[in-house]
């Protein structure tokens, strides 16, 4: 009687096993929540595009970004600026350079600056962090003590002070500027992830089974962390794009004129806005857009990483 | 209560310690060191010294930290160099600091004001036409740098339709009687409503420019926790009660959905300082962003590390009240 139950039961259990209906992760979920959704595609395809055309640049750039062509037609004195002409689609700017190469090869200095200060934070963030959730205790408070005092500081106002601290700005300085006021924001997500998993019973039974502090943080709690960091940095690309622009408005961007970065050609273009709008126009359009790119994954990737928009 | 202030008010000092801390030490890093930051790079070697033995930069330097703490507690900064050469830095930031209260203050109401009801509204008829575009606006609010947004509206409004003044705080040579250092204020006690209404010209463009993204992200905030609120099981019964509209708005869905509109406001108080920067700098408005900008371009340290540190003690204090605020509103936080 027994044993009939036992393999009933056990047969029961094989063929729910074996039946190939594993219903859906969450990772699937979000998939599927994510290819619903207009905004993820309007964000993802300025991506695409702009990673593309970042990547290409150098070799689809009809002319060098910094050579002066159309100096011949630009004059200071009657404020004039070399108009759209054959090979030159935009013209040139106040300098004589090809306007549309300068924002070709920007792309890809505005994408390196966006990608690097964004990984600054996040490597940054993610030592602290580890360090403060993983171990807790007094290292814990220690950590987030300084953290708070960096999140005191306005982040804009931050990289101005960190700007102002190299005498020949240039990329490196801009993206360092930039990057390091997002760590506290990266520290203090992580952190309140791990501490969120340390008493949670996936952890508790790697503990009850002897896994090693360090293969539970790397294997257990880190990869169940991650989704709320990666939504995350998707908008902390955007905010670096924008904080670099306004360093370089400010005069703290990089100053090498042969590999413009958009901030830069906006700040300069600033000077002129009265007479030649369209100098500025460009750039600031190529900043909104792309900015707008990561705002809508980075928000898209949120609403569909939210358990509590699972059905 | 008594206890959580007490402890919210232990921590900003701490908070404020290591601010000075890091200042400090920001100070030192500066490209010269601080005498070459304070004399320019042209000074004479005496000059040099005498500073250097002035400042105590010859002692330890812990006994050179707690010297550079006193001489803050007392309010002594050093003489601006670049921004109003020879007055002390404290009075620089004096001046002008009613100057940035007004754009600020001015900015975050046309944010608070603008984006509660247009956040409410978007909530109630979610994904209708003024929903949908709100959000549309709302996202590219966020995507616009603030001083490209600044210069468009500048460039339109100001130079190409002269319809407002382009630069500046008041008309120069205006008869204006000056009581408080708040512009639009003075002019409201004194009666002279002209100057009052003149000020007003001169910051409707940088209110708009600021208060853009504070606009954008308390419209968003509002949206989203009216969304979530008005799905609670209270707000149905209170319809169920069969309490007025008005009331249900007001009494259970609003009051409910402010918190984290409360927490945004102290957080978005950061983002007007940094943004009064390049506000500031695009109107040529003398508040305290000009006077930083400035102060970054010609090195004065001096002007430069008041306000940086008045900036962050603002942003330390303001978040502690909010978060005072919110222990008077909510009793679950006081617990913690």
Do not use: C
């Not at chain 2, 001096?302 to 009240?321: G, S």
Request: charged fraction near 15%.
């Amino acid at each position: 009687m027994a044993t009939t139950y036992t393999r009933a039961r056990k047969q029961r259990i094989d063929a729910l096993v074996s039946s190939g209906d594993e219903g859906s992760s969450l990772l699937q979920d979000a998939w599927t929540r994510l290819k619903g959704s207009p905004l993820f595609w309007v964000g993802a395809v300025i991506i695409g595009v702009f990673l593309v055309l970042a990547i290409i640049a150098p070799w689809i750039a009809p002319h060098d970004p910094g050579a002066q062509l159309l100096i011949g037609q630009t004059s200071r004195a009657r404020n004039a600026i070399a108009p759209a002409q054959e090979g030159f689609p935009l013209g040139g700017d106040t300098q004589g350079r090809d306007l549309l190469s300068r924002l070709m090869v920007g792309a890809r200095q505005t994408l390196l600056v966006g990608i690097f200060a964004t990984l600054i934070g996040l490597i940054g963030g993610l030592i602290l962090g580890l360090l403060a959730g993983a171990f807790g205790g007094w290292v814990d408070t220690l950590i987030m003590r300084i953290v708070d005092v960096m999140l005191s500081i306005p982040s804009l106002l931050l990289a101005i002070s960190i700007g102002v601290l190299f005498s020949n700005p240039n990329l490196t300085s801009v993206i360092i500027a930039v990057g390091v006021p997002q760590i506290p924001v990266f520290a203090r997500l992580l952190r309140g992830q791990l501490l969120a998993q340390r008493e949670s019973d996936h952890v508790l039974a790697a503990r009850a089974l002897g896994v090693k502090q360090g293969t539970i943080v790397f294997r257990h709690m880190l990869p169940n962390s991650v989704s709320p960091v990666i939504v995350q940095a998707t908008l902390v690309v955007a905010t670096s794009i924008l904080d670099a622009a306004a360093l370089s408005y400010l005069g703290l961007g990089s100053q090498d004129v042969s590999q413009p970065e958009w901030g830069q050609m906006l700040g300069e273009a600033q000077g002129s806005i009265d007479s030649h709008p369209q100098l500025a126009f460009w750039p600031a359009g190529a900043i909104i857009i792309v900015v707008l790119g990561f705002t809508l994954l980075g928000e898209s990737l949120r609403e569909a990483i939210d358990p509590k928009n699972r059905r | 209560m008594l206890r959580y202030t007490v402890r919210r008010l232990l921590q900003l000092v701490l908070v404020l310690l290591v601010l000075s801390l890091l200042l400090f030490v920001w100070l030192r890093s500066l490209p010269g060191g601080p005498v070459t930051a304070l004399l320019g790079e042209r000074a004479t070697p005496a000059k040099r010294a005498e500073l250097t033995a002035v400042l105590g930069l010859d002692q330890p330097i812990f006994v050179q930290y707690f010297k550079f703490l006193a001489r803050m507690l007392r309010g002594d900064f050093g003489q601006s160099t670049g921004v109003s050469a020879g007055t002390p830095a404290l009075d620089v930031f004096f001046t002008r600091f009613g100057a940035t209260i007004e754009l600020a203050v001015g900015a975050m109401i046309f944010g608070l004001v603008l984006g509660i009801p247009l956040g409410y509204m978007a909530a109630k008829r979610r994904a209708g036409a003024l929903d949908n575009s709100l959000i549309v606006v709302s996202l590219v609010g966020i995507a616009v740098p603030v001083f490209f947004l600044a210069f468009l509206m500048k460039y339109l409004f100001a130079v190409k339709w002269g319809m407002l003044p382009p630069s500046g705080r008041q008309t120069p040579g205006i008869d204006a009687t000056r009581v408080t250092g708040l512009f639009i204020v003075d002019g409201l006690i004194t009666r002279e409503w002209d100057a009052s209404w003149d000020s007003v010209k001169h910051l409707i463009l940088p209110w708009i420019a600021l208060g853009t993204i504070p606009f954008a992200v308390i419209f968003r905030i509002t949206r989203a926790s009216v969304l979530e609120v008005q799905g609670e099981d209270f707000v149905r019964t209170a319809e169920a009660k069969g309490l007025t509209r008005t009331t249900i708005r007001n009494r259970h869905v609003l009051r409910n959905a402010m918190l984290p509109v409360i927490t945004v406001t102290g957080l978005l108080s950061g983002l007007l300082l940094t943004g009064a920067v390049l506000t500031e700098k695009v109107f040529a408005y003398p508040g305290l962003g000009e006077a930083l900008y400035i102060g970054f371009t010609k090195k004065d340290y001096p002007v430069v590390q008041v306000i940086i540190l008045a900036a962050a003690a603002a942003f330390v204090i303001i978040n502690t009240l909010v978060d005072l605020t919110y222990a008077l509103v909510d009793p679950r936080i006081r617990a913690r």
